[in-house]
């Protein structure tokens, strides 16, 4: 058979995400303060939008069909109907969680965020207070250079007296001083001298906890404690009553200190109760409010204005509308979302952890009639908060097992299990097989591994490495 060439026309279907959609996409599963980010970077890059400072009344930051019928009519800009798109929310925003008359207004959280003093300036300080020699103290500055953030020292006497230009017996001083400096254990060389340095400061020192640190922290770390008590002959109660001093030592003394940035989970819907009601805000506290400028919206009536720039002009435009309909589309979702997790979970809302009822995003999503890919994206990195705490979006979603009361949630069994291990004998631990039995006495019918994989997801260590230890 013969190989020809031939032009055939065929008639098929595909998906492809417009970039309005696209965007709508990308801004859902973005978390309050990413958004407020990547707002701030339109921000900068489309001289079209400009931030509205003037909160005082939604209407007067709407644009009316008048103001920019005239110059959206360039091109096909003239099918964006700007008023039209405000018009989708309520005057006040109540439709969308934004109003909330007779509750009182969330504290901002910088209230809650609070500043270090960093430990190189705090050794300093107390330096600048120390009566030692000059000689000692610019030695003992040289120490307190070469400490990590941790705070321990990570320069040899040797390296320190070449350096400092001096001899060890100096350097050697000069570290006894720095290690007399608050935090306790500072400039320490490593985890035994840094423990035995708080255990000093403690009055402790040349006591059997220092003995024990000395000889047997490994003993310690794997509880070997018989062999601790049958090498000094003592009880395993006295071994004991110095492990848990030593349990009580800080092994990172910089850590107060630490400059690093701990990002605080922010809420990204509130769910408060008002007579009987459930009532949602969205919190868009820190999330910079937009509108489209009015000086560029004037340049489209300018007749002289170049080609080039009427075109850059269009396109800016068109990209500043879309986003402002994409953050509003956004809100709405998660409106609605946060609107169906609170009527499947209402007993949570009311009662608490122990009501919390087996969930997944299917049932969302065929409630909302939204794939479940939306829904996905909606609980993704966001936190809700309520009467009962703050909690990620995720936390309502769990599976059902079976008990004696028909299906009960995943999350509710987790939340059993840390409890029976905190009431337990720390002396002598609770196996998996023991936390099976006791929830099956509660009508929770739960296998041995289900137990130890629960267990190992909310980081509790197993039965030897728990005892003695609280948790």
């Not at 059997?208 to 770390?221: G, R």
């Not at 019918?445 to 509790?460: F, G, H, N, Q």
Request: proline share 4%; with cysteine.
């Amino acid at each position: 058979m013969g190989l020809e060439q031939r032009t055939d026309l065929r008639l098929t279907q595909k998906l492809a995400l417009t970039p309005q959609l696209q965007l709508q996409l990308k801004l859902l599963q973005l978390p309050q303060l990413e958004l407020s980010q990547y707002i701030q970077l339109e921000l900068m890059e489309n001289p079209i939008l400009e931030l509205d400072e003037e909160t005082e009344n939604i209407q007067e930051n709407e644009v009316s069909s008048e103001e920019y019928e005239e110059p959206v009519a360039v091109d096909k800009l003239e099918k964006i109907m700007i008023d039209e798109y405000f018009a989708e929310r309520a005057d006040d925003g109540r439709d969308l969680g934004y109003f909330n008359p007779g509750v009182e207004e969330k504290p901002s959280f910088e209230l809650f965020y609070s500043t270090t003093t960093d430990l190189w300036e705090h050794l300093l300080w107390q330096l600048r207070l120390s009566k030692a020699p000059d000689k000692i103290r610019a030695v003992a500055e040289v120490v307190i250079g070469n400490i990590d953030e941790d705070g321990y020292l990570k320069a040899t006497e040797e390296e320190i007296a070449k350096m400092s230009d001096t001899d060890n017996e100096t350097v050697k001083q000069a570290i006894a001083l720095v290690q007399e400096f608050d935090p306790a254990g500072v400039a320490a060389r490593d985890i035994k001298e840094c423990l035995i340095l708080q255990i000093k400061a403690l009055g402790l020192g040349d006591t059997l906890v220092q003995s024990f640190i000395e000889e047997h922290l490994e003993d310690i770390k794997k509880k070997k404690y018989e062999n601790i008590a049958k090498r000094f002959g003592i009880s395993i109660d006295e071994v004991i009553k110095s492990v848990k001093i030593i349990e009580k030592l800080e092994p990172r003394p910089g850590r107060n200190f630490s400059k690093t940035q701990v990002n605080i989970p922010v809420p990204d819907v509130y769910v408060t109760k008002v007579e009987g009601e459930y009532q949602i805000i969205l919190n868009d506290e820190g999330i910079p409010k937009l509108r489209l400028s009015k000086i560029y919206r004037e340049l489209f009536t300018e007749k002289n204005l170049p080609v080039q720039e009427k075109k850059y002009l269009r396109e800016k435009f068109k990209n500043a509308v879309e986003l402002l309909r994409s953050i509003e589309q956004r809100n709405k979702t998660i409106y609605r979302v946060t609107e169906s997790l609170v009527k499947f979970q209402k007993e949570f809302f009311d009662k608490g952890v122990s009501y919390l009822k087996p969930l997944n995003l299917k049932d969302i999503a065929q409630d909302l009639g939204l794939h479940e890919s939306t829904i996905s994206r909606v609980t993704s990195n966001k936190y809700l908060a309520c009467e009962h705490g703050l909690f990620n979006f995720r936390f309502f979603f769990s599976n059902a097992l079976s008990s004696n009361h028909g299906g009960i949630s995943t999350t509710l069994v987790k939340d059993l299990i840390q409890k029976i291990i905190n009431e337990e004998n720390h002396i002598n631990p609770l196996s998996d097989k023991e936390i099976s039995d006791m929830l099956k006495k509660q009508g929770i019918d739960i296998a041995r591994r289900t137990v130890a994989k629960y267990r190992e997801e909310l980081k509790i260590p197993p039965k030897p490495l728990r005892k003695l230890k609280n948790y």
